[in-house]
């Protein structure tokens, strides 16, 4: 259940580098970016991307299993985590077509003792403006009971009581608590589980038979393990967190073929009606609309969104002007989906793109990593803060993501999704005073400024 596509993504600088295609074809040209990018672990599952309305490629990569070598192809099924926004949000539209409710009822129509309730509209659940606490940032629970069944309104009482972090409807704050309200208000007036209602409305309808929820229950040989970390020195498989943990914000799990059907769908009105498709994809605070981030690239409108939950993260990005669509879905929890996609759609238009380059990795000791640490100022208005996460250095630029960067030397590190690299650079004490970015033919120095 990962915040929004454009927070996760290092942008430290933009450089598009032109990858010769000589005489390949779309297809061979984004198989040869993807396998590129499998080869330095920085995607592992399966790709579909289609172009005016056509499959151009969907395939695997990687491995399904770590363990038993079982390989990643188009069946594999994965946890999408926060893509399931997107079919919560599709059912409250629904209900809004039926005159079941509306997207600016109050929360209080449904839950009347919820405290603020009156002052929470629908609107505001569906597009992160609700000012609720975020119960997934409560880091204790995430780690001891995730895993386990928990009740709606227990699921519910982690939130319910949190002050508001801000006057709903005047800031926007990526919320997991607000869309297990909606999966709630769903339930209500349905008289049917969430899930139950999610499977008659939109799975059977449209054949996604390889989707659904109770991932820990799931028994398919084509079940992909989710992985926390990947080493040589260490693989760590990830613990699934219950369904009725992350529920209408981010339970669901998968395949590209099924995400590919829903995408084609909403180009039909079978499942919502265009005024309802206008409605979902209006950005709001922070360019987020109902279940979806809507942004453009290359003057076209793009409709996307990312889910994240242990051990596995997804994408997808639509843009409805050329019936594009490009899926990702990812079991050893690679942060840069939305970066592998911004490429690919480079590629069908013939643009500039960062092709990954291989390079050496080397495994230091984090005693060693954590004299890296800290803020560096490249610029007034710029600055990268360097942390150590499990073992794992990170680098974060100004308002970005953070992104992982990878030993070289013992004081050279280098980005995979990007064409980067970091020097730290020690005063003659042996203290670290300064890194310098390596980026787009450009070297620039950050100073250490804590």
Request: glycine content about 8%; overall charge neutral.
């Amino acid at each position: 259940m990962r915040v929004p596509i454009q927070n996760m993504v290092l942008w430290i600088l933009v450089a598009g580098v032109f990858h010769p295609a000589f005489s390949q074809t779309k297809s061979e040209e984004i198989n040869e970016l993807l396998r590129a990018y499998r080869n330095q672990q920085s995607f592992n599952g399966t790709a579909l991307v289609s172009h005016q309305g056509d499959i151009l490629l969907e395939r695997g990569y990687g491995y399904r299993n770590l363990q038993t070598k079982s390989p990643a192809d188009s069946n594999t099924i994965f946890q999408i985590g926060s893509l399931t926004k997107q079919f919560t949000a599709a059912i409250i539209l629904q209900l809004q077509e039926q005159h079941s409710l509306s997207v600016y009822d109050s929360l209080s129509a449904f839950l009347p003792d919820f405290p603020g309730g009156g002052a929470i509209t629908i609107e505001n659940l569906l597009t992160h403006t609700s000012g609720l606490y975020n119960y997934t940032r409560d880091i204790n629970f995430m780690r001891t009971r995730a895993s386990s069944p928990i009740g709606l309104q227990d699921l519910i009482a982690l939130f319910k009581n949190h002050p508001p972090d801000f006057k709903p409807g005047s800031a926007y704050s990526y919320c997991n608590s607000g869309y297990i309200l909606l999966g709630y208000i769903i339930e209500r007036l349905t008289g049917k589980s969430y899930f139950q209602v999610v499977r008659e409305r939109i799975f059977q309808p449209l054949g996604m038979n390889h989707s659904g929820f109770d991932f820990g229950s799931l028994r398919s040989s084509d079940r992909a393990a989710g992985y926390t970390r990947v080493s040589p020195q260490n693989t760590a498989p990830a613990s699934v967190v219950d369904s009725t943990v992350s529920y209408s914000a981010g339970a669901m799990y998968s395949t590209a073929g099924d995400l590919y059907r829903w995408d084609r769908a909403l180009y039909t009105g079978k499942i919502l009606q265009p005024a309802s498709l206008q409605a979902a994809f209006r950005p709001f605070k922070s360019k987020y609309g109902y279940g979806w981030l809507i942004d453009s690239a290359f003057g076209k409108k793009v409709e996307m969104h990312e889910g994240s939950t242990y051990g596995f993260v997804s994408f997808i990005a639509r843009i409805p002007e050329e019936q594009t669509c490009i899926i990702l879905l990812d079991n050893l929890g690679s942060p840069g989906l939305p970066k592998i996609a911004e490429n690919i759609n480079a590629i069908l238009h013939n643009e500039p793109y960062d092709f990954p380059r291989q390079r050496p990795e080397i495994i230091l000791d984090s005693s060693l990593l954590k004299h890296y640490t800290g803020v560096y100022r490249l610029y007034p208005e710029f600055t990268i803060t360097i942390s150590l996460e499990n073992g794992q250095l990170m680098a974060q630029g100004s308002g970005q993501g953070p992104a992982e960067i990878f030993a070289e030397k013992e004081d050279h590190f280098f980005f995979k999704l990007t064409d980067a690299q970091i020097e730290f650079i020690k005063s003659p004490q042996g203290s670290v005073e300064r890194l310098i970015l390596y980026q787009g033919g450009e070297k620039m120095t950050g100073i250490k400024i804590k």
